[in-house]
């Protein structure tokens, strides 16, 4: 192997650039010479600088980076050959991830079948049969055609106060006693009642009832006079007949008496004022007042019941439109008549309403005990039937309901998903129309595949839907 002479520090750098020490270079720095003339050589014989052609005025930013920055400018170059590399790289593989993951997501994991089945169905009808429900049985006895019920009872009771609307006149007459004194025989004297007595300035008042003044009494020979306390009312209202006592210098005439002898021999006295007498507009209950009280306090009493029927009946018992005995309304009164001077009054209401109520499982039950003996083995029932009630005739007080129903019961051919799995299973569309027109109890079908580019069922049981007779 040739041995190469390695260049001096001194034949590349200038003379004038080193330092001699009694001519020579010390050994420390010949090392350090010789390592910088080792860099040195590899930077100049690698890759040289790239000439910077001056320029008046500003440099780009590129320039002034390849300036300012050589290694870091040099060492870039392979470093972006590297990321090259690696993009093509990632532009080769994330393709195939993409296939790959399709591939698997949609023949594997979403792939499913959907099989929709209409089965053949029958109509069995019953078209009137008679059924009574009664409350005093706890058990239906299909063969007597007795089911058993319920009788509720709801009463309910109100009171309410109510405003008067009208408005009358507060025409009230003044009353009072007067003390009738016979001075004038020793006769009894009848006075039948509104006998008219008149206080000296014209007032007019009337006895009340009839009366009997006692005779006057013979004493010595002199006439004793005899008296009776009666009662009596203003001829008319007003408070100006609210008068004061009327005695000694004041007394009641009887204008029937006028021109006769008793005139003067019958009056009367007063030794209490007259009081009452009044005129003036006050509030009245008036006969459309009470009708409008009425009506709504039993309003509020079927109100009361209808929630006693929501409330407190329990939901598996069943009430038809004729098992209600319409509400009962056994009171309405009130604390007023039409014509009352009065601000308020009272009006109370009670009702009450009689159910019969029956659990229709039990009425389901006995119609298809009627029917089972009619429906063919192969075949289920369709939900409930359908039923008509007629001719109802409720017995409140022996608690028991007569009817008439009218039936219609839907029935299906019994068919199996698992069977229809296991037949289904891995075929395609048209092996799958052939496979089910074929089989028993099927009137229709219709096969739906996930995604839509898959053309066989999956062999997955647990993909594969069947629905029969979808709602």
């Not at 007629?390 to 199996?416: M, N, R, W």
């Not at 996930?450 to 066989?456: G, L, Y």
């Amino acid at each position: 192997m040739k041995n190469t002479k390695k260049k001096k520090v001194i034949d590349i750098y200038p003379p004038h650039t080193l330092e001699k020490k009694g001519g020579k270079l010390e050994q420390e720095e010949n090392v350090l010479y010789q390592e910088k003339e080792e860099n040195i050589m590899i930077r100049i014989e690698s890759t040289p600088l790239p000439m910077v052609e001056e320029k008046p005025g500003k440099i780009s930013l590129e320039e002034e980076k390849i300036i300012k920055e050589p290694e870091i400018y040099e060492a870039s170059f392979p470093l972006r050959e590297k990321r090259i590399q690696r993009n093509k790289l990632i532009s080769i593989i994330l393709p195939l991830v993409f296939v790959g993951l399709f591939y698997y997501l949609g023949f594997v994991v979403l792939t499913k079948a959907e099989v929709v089945i209409n089965s053949k169905k029958l109509t069995l009808s019953i078209d009137s049969d008679g059924v009574l429900i009664d409350k005093n049985i706890t058990e239906a006895n299909y063969s007597q055609k007795v089911i058993p019920g319920n009788l509720f009872i709801f009463s309910e009771n109100d009171e309410q106060e109510f405003k008067s609307t009208g408005q009358g006149k507060d025409e009230q007459q003044a009353k009072g006693i007067i003390t009738i004194i016979n001075n004038f025989s020793s006769a009894p004297q009848i006075l039948v009642a509104n006998t008219r007595f008149e206080t000296p300035d014209g007032k007019i008042f009337r006895l009340d009832s009839r009366i009997v003044i006692p005779g006057a009494t013979m004493k010595n020979g002199k006439l004793e006079p005899s008296s009776i306390d009666v009662n009596v009312t203003a001829d008319i209202p007003g408070p100006e007949y609210n008068i004061s006592a009327c005695n000694d210098n004041c007394k009641f005439t009887i204008p029937g008496f006028k021109g006769t002898p008793k005139f003067d021999g019958f009056y009367g006295i007063s030794n209490k004022s007259m009081a009452g007498g009044s005129l003036g507009s006050v509030p009245m209950v008036t006969a459309e007042d009470l009708k409008k009280a009425e009506d709504a306090i039993l309003e509020n009493i079927k109100n009361k019941i209808n929630e006693d029927l929501k409330d407190k009946i329990p939901s598996n018992l069943k009430i038809i439109d004729g098992a209600k005995s319409g509400i009962k309304i056994t009171k309405v009164s009130s604390d007023v008549s039409v014509g009352d001077f009065r601000q308020s009054f009272t009006v109370t209401a009670a009702g009450e309403i009689r159910v019969i109520a029956f659990r229709e499982e039990d009425l389901i039950g006995f119609i298809k005990n009627q029917f089972d003996v009619k429906k063919p083995e192969q075949y289920d029932y369709c939900g409930d039937p359908t039923i008509e009630y007629k001719d109802i005739k409720p017995d409140f007080e022996k608690g028991t309901l007569k009817l008439i129903i009218a039936v219609k019961q839907t029935i299906c051919y019994h068919l199996s998903q698992d069977e229809i799995k296991k037949d289904v299973v891995g075929k395609n569309q048209k092996e799958l129309e052939i496979i089910l027109k074929s089989m028993d109890g099927i009137e229709k079908i219709k096969v739906n595949l996930f995604p839509f580019w898959i053309k066989k069922v999956p062999t997955n049981f647990n993909k594969i839907k069947i629905f029969i007779d979808p709602s």
